[in-house]
């Protein structure tokens, strides 16, 4: 092979290197990331992840947002690194890294169905009830909130109010917190059922 044709197959592979999107080669990671971490023991709320990842595993702030919301998994050590370290905190019948890093990158593993999306999105909707009710919530809605059984309620009936395109990781993120602030606000004075004032424990 001459030096003609090897600079040409070089620049060849410097086009396909420049304009190959890699992050499809993951697609999903992200949703599967922030699943694992919503069926742990470690309680992490959905605000704040990225701040939490960085402080726990020593990653990058911008490390950890593209584990959370990019489809970008960490290295190949790093990423088994999490996973064994998540392995400790999942309540599931077998405990194997490995298995647990090719379902990241992957979702290939049937017996992680047990992770649901409804868990990540009930995370989500609660992380988001919270921030209402410390910021914005008026006094009857607030006094309604501080009643565990009746934000269960709330969040409950606010998934369940998304729609099919919604009730996606990526689709529940880009929400408008003013969309989300108003649904919480609608499920909670339906709850109270006009009468914000009557403070009843409400299952669903």
């Not at 990158?105 to 009930?122: A, K």
Request: charge should be neutral; hydrophobic fraction near 35%.
């Amino acid at each position: 092979m001459n030096d003609i044709q090897l600079t040409q197959l070089k620049s060849e592979f410097n086009e396909i290197k420049q304009s190959v999107d890699e992050s499809c080669l993951y697609e999903g990671f992200s949703l599967r990331f922030n699943q694992l971490l919503d069926f742990s023991d470690l309680d992490i709320p959905y605000l704040g992840r990225s701040s939490w990842l960085t402080q726990i595993m020593g990653w990058t702030g911008l490390d950890s947002g593209g584990r959370l919301h990019g489809d970008s998994p960490p290295t190949p050590k790093r990423l088994f690194q999490f996973a064994f370290f998540m392995t400790n905190h999942i309540n599931l019948p077998f405990t194997e890294p490995t298995a647990l890093s090719h379902w990241l990158l992957s979702g290939q593993d049937n017996r992680f169905e047990p992770i649901s999306m409804v868990d990540s999105m009930t995370n989500l909707v609660d992380s988001y009830v919270g921030r209402y009710y410390k910021r914005y919530a008026p006094a009857p809605h607030k006094r309604f909130l501080e009643v565990p059984l009746n934000r269960q309620a709330a969040v409950k009936r606010i998934v369940v109010s998304f729609s099919v395109d919604q009730l996606s990781f990526t689709g529940v993120y880009k929400l408008s917190k003013k969309l989300v602030h108003q649904k919480i606000e609608n499920t909670v004075n339906e709850l109270l059922d006009g009468t914000p004032h009557n403070l009843i424990n409400i299952t669903i």
